[in-house]
């Protein structure tokens, strides 16, 4: 009895970590037969876990939505995370965020382990949301968004962007990211041969469409980092551009995600718009210009004039 409940055990975790498995593949990872497995699978929906089977070359086994909610099997590590996440959560602009996630960490918290209560308590006192409350956000769009991500889902939805154009989008999902005070959804846009991020507070209308896809690679290090260009280019203060000889292939593959809107000016030559809040910002990006580039200020002769000067003090005071 003990080796059975193990197994079953085994099985609802791989359930929960993988959208859909093969029937031969559960059975090979468990090492029983497929007609135990089936068995296994039967003991589940017992315990109330709703497990979907379906036959042919594409078939297999899924975890389901119930009409209610089973227990939950988590590893020490997932628990931890689980508790810190509640805590952060109420700070994070969810719908609600305050009253549910507040409520649910005191019936999570009151099942855990002291040792886990300890460590819980430990990281979030010297853990800080590094997003202002912003828009509020549905907990359960952030899920289905979240849930999508994981099983590389391709979805609709229904977007109103920041100046009121409406329309609506099939994306490839791949990161949820909090920053500046809201939720980014990043996502590869299929209409629009590219990587995008949107709104969360401004999406709709979505749904699933059960189509799977291999994952791109995001021109960044990582979705934060995407997130961070593209929302900083959305509306800089002050813009300028420069005209670089460096071909834009080469360009592309030595700025990364900070290429963003270059566009070749000519042979060999590359234009590339950029942006900040002050001067002084902008004048960071050209520290981004490869050594050796020869380049030229244009769109801001205002910048120009302060970059120039700029390049004089740092030259005398070079000068020893």
């Known amino acids: 009895m003990a080796e059975t409940t193990s197994r079953v055990l085994s099985l609802l975790a791989l359930l929960q970590t993988h959208r859909q498995w093969s029937g031969p593949e559960l059975a090979r990872r468990l090492e029983v037969t497929e007609r135990t497995l089936r068995r296994d699978v039967d003991r589940l929906r017992e315990l109330g876990y709703s497990v979907e089977a379906t036959r042919g070359a594409a078939g297999g086994y899924r975890l389901e939505a119930g009409s209610q909610l089973p227990p939950l099997l988590l590893t020490d590590d997932e628990a931890v995370t689980m508790a810190i996440g509640l805590r952060l ?9 305050e009253t549910t996630t507040l409520s649910a960490l005191a019936k ?7 040792a886990l209560r300890q460590r819980v308590a430990a990281l979030t006192g010297h853990l800080q949301p590094a997003t202002p409350r912003g828009a509020e956000v ?3 769009l952030l899920g289905q968004l979240a849930l999508a991500c994981r099983d590389t889902e391709r979805i609709r939805f229904h977007y109103v962007a920041g100046g009121g154009l409406e329309s609506d989008r099939v994306v490839e999902p791949h990161s949820l990211v909090a920053s500046n005070g809201h939720w980014f959804f990043v996502a590869w846009d299929r209409q629009r041969d590219a990587w995008r991020t949107f709104r969360v507070d401004r999406m709709s209308r979505f749904f699933g469409t059960r189509v799977h896809f291999e994952q791109r690679d995001l021109p960044a290090a990582d979705a934060a980092e995407f997130v961070a260009v593209a929302v900083g280019s959305i509306a800089p203060r002050l813009e300028a551009a420069v005209v670089m000889q460096l071909p834009l292939d080469t360009m592309r593959e030595y700025f990364g995600a900070w290429a963003e809107g270059a566009v070749a000016a000519g042979p060999g030559e590359t234009r590339w718009p950029f942006g900040g809040r002050s001067y002084e910002e902008m004048l960071g990006a050209l520290a981004w210009i490869p050594a050796g580039v020869d380049y030229a200020i244009v769109d801001n002769p205002g910048f120009a004039a302060f970059a120039s000067e700029a390049g004089a003090r ?7």
């Open 89 to 97: 959560a109420a700070g994070l602009g969810l719908a609600d965020g």
């Open 108 to 114: 999570f918290e009151q099942v855990l382990p002291a």
């Open 138 to 140: 549905s907990t359960e």
């Open 314 to 320: 740092m030259a005398r005071a070079g000068v020893s």
